[in-house]
Structures are given as C-alpha cells and as structure tokens.
C-alpha cells in the first residue's frame, strides 16, 4: 500500500476523531518508553483538538490515518507540538517523511520540538535531521523532556 500526506483540516470533527484514536494508539508508546502512566495527547478530546490552533499534515494508507505531525507558525519557526505513528505502521519511514514535510513548510527558518529524554527512536530522528539539544526540563522524578532546535536556513 502506499503513503499519502497532505494538510487536513482539524477543525473538522471526523478529523479530530481520528487523531485522537491514532493518538490513543501511539502515545501509549511513547508514556511507556519515558516511564509515565500517561501523557498530555492522551488526554485529548476531538473538542481540545478542534481548538487546538496547531496546524496537521497526515500520512494517509488509503483511508487510514497512520501517521500526523501538528505544528504552529510562529513567524520564522516552526513549532512542532506532536509526531505519532500507528504502532502497526512503525518503521516504514513515516516519521521521517512527516518530519520532512514540517520542515519545509514556507517561511520556516527554525524548528524547534520537545520530546521525552528516553524516547529514543525520536530523539535519533531529530538528532538524524539536524537538531540540536538546548535543555532539558524534569517534569516528574526521573523523567525529563528535552527541547531541541533546528536552523533551517
């Protein structure tokens, strides 16, 4: 089967509907690797999503989303709030080509992302793409985030 990606529309209810059932699938994951019960995507509703401000590219296999990137534009950078992957579509390149297609979003000069310490296959791929560690913060006992950034031009 073949990957598409392209812009969606979050405002639209089925659309927030199936990013938080993918959400509900590939957080889990991600809570799991940093060592907490659960994290912030985990607590979305269509509703929060829908006003979320932040702008979606998926990653479509016919009908089914497998993958999103959501990010804001804040003048020259790009702000990446969340990458998730369908568990079952791991490994088949589409967090690469998701974080490709925020990365060239016109106008964008630096990106910047957070994501737990101990998830590793993200911070390989950030790390893989040119981003580079500016802090971490803890955010429980134990667990930290860490906040990378890119320059883009």
Same mark, same amino acid.
């Given at each position: 089967?073949? @990957?598409?990606?392209?812009?969606?529309? #979050?405002? /639209?209810?089925?659309?927030? $509907? !199936?990013?938080?059932?993918? /959400? /509900?699938? *590939?957080?889990?994951?991600?809570?799991?690797?940093?060592?907490?019960?659960?994290?912030?995507?985990?607590?979305?509703?269509?509703?929060?999503?829908? !006003?979320?401000?932040?702008?979606?590219?998926?990653? @479509?296999?016919?009908?089914?989303?497998? &993958?999103?990137?959501?990010? $804001?534009?804040?003048?020259?950078?790009?702000?990446?709030?969340?990458?998730?992957?369908?568990?079952?579509?791991? +490994?088949? &390149? #589409?967090?690469? !080509?998701?974080?490709?297609?925020?990365? !060239?979003?016109? &106008?964008?000069? $630096?990106?910047?992302? *957070?994501?737990? *310490?101990?998830?590793?296959?993200?911070?390989?791929?950030?790390? +893989?793409?040119? @981003?580079?560690?500016?802090?971490?913060?803890? #955010?429980?006992?134990?667990?930290? #985030?860490?906040? @990378?950034?890119?320059?883009? *031009?």
């Amino acid at each position: 089967m073949t @990957f598409t990606y392209f812009p969606f529309d #979050i405002s /639209q209810p089925e659309h927030a $509907k !199936s990013v938080v059932e993918l /959400q /509900q699938l *590939s957080y889990p994951v991600e809570a799991k690797l940093i060592g907490l019960e659960t994290i912030p995507p985990l607590l979305d509703t269509p509703d929060t999503l829908m !006003s979320c401000g932040e702008t979606f590219i998926g990653c @479509f296999e016919g009908d089914l989303l497998a &993958g999103a990137v959501s990010y $804001k534009l804040d003048g020259d950078t790009v702000d990446i709030h969340r990458m998730m992957v369908h568990p079952e579509r791991f +490994r088949r &390149g #589409i967090a690469q !080509s998701l974080l490709d297609a925020v990365l !060239s979003v016109p &106008g964008a000069r $630096k990106a910047v992302v *957070s994501t737990g *310490s101990a998830n590793v296959p993200a911070v390989k791929l950030y790390e +893989r793409n040119g @981003f580079k560690e500016t802090e971490k913060v803890e #955010i429980a006992p134990a667990v930290t #985030i860490t906040r @990378f950034e890119n320059d883009l *031009s």
